[in-house]
């Protein structure tokens, strides 16, 4: 059984850094995939970032290319997303997923919630102007 604990939001300035933190126990299949959606009021949930486990390779929606970056510490069944640049357009709840096995098209992948196959409860980040 996968479980997932999200944990590092919080109220941060525009232009502020934030780093969350997913943990996702249970994941013992490669290859998988591990990932950041989120969703502001009133928006659809979207996806932000994901790392495959077989490579390392790694994915972002183009909102967020070049402020946030995501890693992974498999000693710790841990993936993080480092956020810098925070804009108030970022303001949301953040949520990890996990695909396994590892099997969708990237860009799909990044763009359909319904591919992953489990998910956290999510956690708030909240970016103030």
């Known amino acids: 059984e996968v479980h997932i604990v999200e944990s590092g939001g919080g109220l941060v300035q525009a232009g502020g850094s934030l780093r969350l933190s997913c943990e996702a126990s249970?994941?013992?299949?490669?290859?998988?995939?591990i990932g950041w959606f989120r969703q502001a009021p009133g928006k659809d949930r979207e996806g932000v970032s994901f790392i495959s486990s077989s490579d390392g390779s790694t994915y972002y929606a183009d909102s967020v290319k070049g402020r946030f970056t995501i890693s992974s510490d498999s000693a710790k069944n841990t993936v993080y997303l480092q956020m810098n640049s925070l804009k108030p357009e970022d303001t949301a709840v953040y949520y990890c997923?996990?695909?396994?096995?590892?099997?969708?098209?990237?860009?799909?992948?990044?763009?359909?919630?319904?591919?992953?196959?489990?998910w956290g409860q999510g956690t708030q980040v909240t970016v103030s102007s």
């Open positions: 249970g994941v013992s299949f490669d290859p998988h995939a």
């Open positions: 997923a996990v695909e396994i096995p590892r099997r969708s098209n990237p860009t799909l992948l990044l763009s359909l919630r319904l591919l992953w196959d489990y």
